[in-house]
């Protein structure tokens, strides 16, 4: 069995505090961090390492190719292979994306994706069916972290956690916004093949200062 600790973080487009979000990623040591609103635009190759340096953490995909979702790595996990999907645009609206990273911890090999889906609940359906899509071609197990912009009732939602667990059990603790906590928009699903063995969310003045959503954090151990 391989154990792996994963973070799923909007990170409210670095606008915040980053002396407390790079304290706030250290804190927890995630094995993976899964990221929203990471940089997407002018510079982002060089923002993203500036940011994975700040979390003591390396790149392992997403970024522009995947329109602000990043996924960062700490050393004890390989990245074999990195893709990116996109949702077709809407005119008048923001275009969206998608992050995968197949990494290997051990003997373990597994697949990580983030997704930041639209705000629009119109969008939200067919964006998610093409990300369920993408989601259903890969072999190992896959553990989905990201900002679903509906809570779990929602039709995308429903969609994306379809075969799937959601770590939180029966946790549900709202997400967002840090300032007047109304929702729970931010959630990690799992591969059947994974099992969850601890979940938070993480609410600490760090937290408070880095960002208008709370970070989910779970430790999940893997069948090698």
């Known amino acids: 069995m391989t154990k792996i600790r994963v ?18 990623v250290r804190q927890a040591a995630p094995d993976i961090a899964i990221l ?9 190759r060089q923002k993203s390492a500036a940011l994975s340096r700040d979390l003591e953490m390396v790149v392992g995909g997403g ?5 602000g979702n990043l996924i960062l790595t ?9 893709w990116n ?3 077709p645009l809407t005119p008048g609206r923001e275009m969206r994306g998608a992050a995968f990273v197949r990494c290997r911890v051990g003997r373990a090999t597994f697949v990580a994706a983030g997704c930041h889906l639209s705000t629009d609940p119109s ?3 067919s964006q998610a069916e093409l990300l369920k899509q993408a989601m259903r071609e890969v072999s190992e197990p896959l553990l989905l972290g990201g900002d679903f912009n509906e809570n779990s009732g929602g039709a995308a939602w429903r969609m994306l956690a379809d075969g799937l667990t959601d770590a939180a059990g029966g946790d549900e603790r709202l997400t967002f916004s840090v300032a007047n906590l109304r929702h ?9 093949r994974m099992t969850v063995l601890q979940y938070d969310v993480i609410d600490t003045p760090e937290t408070r200062a880095a960002s208008d959503h709370f970070p989910v954090l779970v430790d ?5």
């Open 7 to 24: 973070l799923s973080y909007n990170l409210h487009g670095l606008k915040d505090d980053r002396r407390a979000l790079a304290a706030a």
């Open 36 to 44: 929203q609103e990471a940089p997407r635009r002018f510079r982002w």
């Open 63 to 67: 970024g522009l190719p995947a329109l």
């Open 74 to 82: 700490n050393l004890r996990v390989r990245v074999v292979a990195d």
């Open 85 to 87: 999907i996109r949702y």
């Open 123 to 125: 969008e939200r359906p």
């Open 184 to 192: 729970r928009l931010d959630a990690i699903f799992v591969d059947p």
């Open 220 to 224: 999940l151990e893997i069948a090698a």
